[in-house]
């Protein structure tokens, strides 16, 4: 079974900046996209941004600009640099890793770390 620790979650000023990090307990699994989500207090849990293992990237528009996704594939390691952070980023973020295999998709998901924006 493959866990996935996130760290680097905290409280952070409006305009402040941090980095979130996600590590696989084991590198020697397939993935082919990494990923990062967050759910709000009260709402659905919302896609941030996304790597695949081939680098392409996708944001969530509120995002763009200010997200930045990395990958180190070997590692099995994704992060997001957050940066100009807003009062509507708080939320639990949490990181996933996905494999298409046989038709479907296999998702492993971190245990979450909250992020609060506040003054």
């Known amino acids: 079974q493959v866990q996935l620790v996130e760290s680097g979650g905290g409280l952070v000023q409006p305009g402040g900046s941090l980095r979130l990090s996600c590590a696989a307990s084991?590198?020697?699994?397939?993935?082919?996209?990494m990923g990062w989500y967050r759910q709000a207090p009260g709402k659905q849990r919302e896609l941030v941004a996304t790597v695949t293992v081939g680098g392409n990237t996708n944001y969530a528009d509120s995002v763009k600009g200010r997200f930045t996704i990395s990958s180190d594939n070997a590692k099995k390691t994704v992060y997001l640099q957050m940066n100009s952070l807003k009062a509507e980023d708080t939320a639990v973020y949490y990181c996933?890793?996905?494999?298409?295999?046989?038709?479907?998709?296999?998702?492993?998901w971190g245990q979450g770390t909250q992020v609060a924006v506040s003054s």
């Open positions: 996933n890793m996905a494999t298409w295999r046989a038709g479907k998709w296999y998702d492993y």
């Open positions: 084991r590198s020697s699994f397939s993935i082919d996209v």
